[in-house]
């Protein structure tokens, strides 16, 4: 079964900090998005990662890619209340239209 | 300005009702997709269309009905055949090239809400 798991599903911190959400995958895929969503609206796209090693950032924060160990990581550099959000990762197995979505880690930044 | 619409952004049915959300696209993407995310989950996929008159089912098709006669539509019906429809709908589109998905862009949604 083609799996895409997530955690933390909920992460509360406060500004200033650091932080990191994973994103495990069960198939083998080159093709990782990292998705934005605030309550009650609909997803932003912020990251496609497309090779083994490939990294992408945006303020503060950063996606990471390691194809071998099937796993994406989220960096969040010094927090702000700007970033809470819901973020989920998808994975295109290779072959295939279809993604697979991890169930969304739900981020609090507390001032 | 290129993006996807969605209408309505709320709907309710009532019981044994059926009813269509709308979904346009200006991208000129050939894949649309459809979406279901309940409360403090993920997306689950209804249908998707890698073109026009074609059209494939997701992982919870039944009672969900779709239609792709122009590039631009992806209609969404609802049928009463689909027992628990609250939800919130998500619309998507992409780039569908023989290299494979690439990012989809997702419309504001449609709030279903059964009476």
């Known amino acids: 079964e083609l799996k895409v798991e997530q955690n933390p599903l909920f992460l509360s911190m406060q500004e200033g900090k650091n932080y990191t959400i994973y994103c495990n995958y069960s198939t083998t895929s080159d093709r990782l998005y990292w998705y934005r969503q605030d309550p009650g609206k609909s997803l932003e796209s912020l990251f496609v990662l497309l090779s083994n090693g490939a990294v992408k950032q945006e303020g503060r924060l950063m996606a990471s890619l390691d194809t071998k160990a099937r796993l994406s990581t989220l960096h969040i550099t010094a927090a702000v209340h700007d970033l809470s959000a819901t973020y989920f990762c998808?994975?295109?197995?290779?072959?295939?239209?279809?993604?697979?979505w991890g169930a969304g880690t739900k981020l609090i930044i507390k001032p | 300005d290129g993006g996807i619409t969605q209408s309505p952004k709320y709907l309710f049915r009532k019981e044994g009702q059926n009813v269509t959300l709308s979904c346009e696209q200006n991208l000129n993407h050939d894949a649309m997709y459809w979406y279901r995310q309940d409360p403090g989950q993920g997306l689950r996929l209804i249908y998707y269309s890698q073109i026009v008159n074609d059209f494939q089912k997701g992982d919870i098709a039944e009672g969900y009905s779709v239609s792709r006669e122009k590039k631009e539509s992806f209609p969404l019906t609802v049928t009463s055949a689909q027992k628990n429809p609250t939800a919130f709908y998500l619309c998507?589109?992409?780039?569908?090239?023989?290299?494979?998905?690439?990012?989809?862009?997702f419309g504001p949604g449609t709030r279903l809400t059964v009476l």
């Open positions: 998808a994975v295109a197995p290779d072959s295939n239209y279809q993604l697979i």
């Open positions: 998507a589109s992409s780039m569908a090239l023989l290299a494979g998905p690439y990012t989809q862009y």
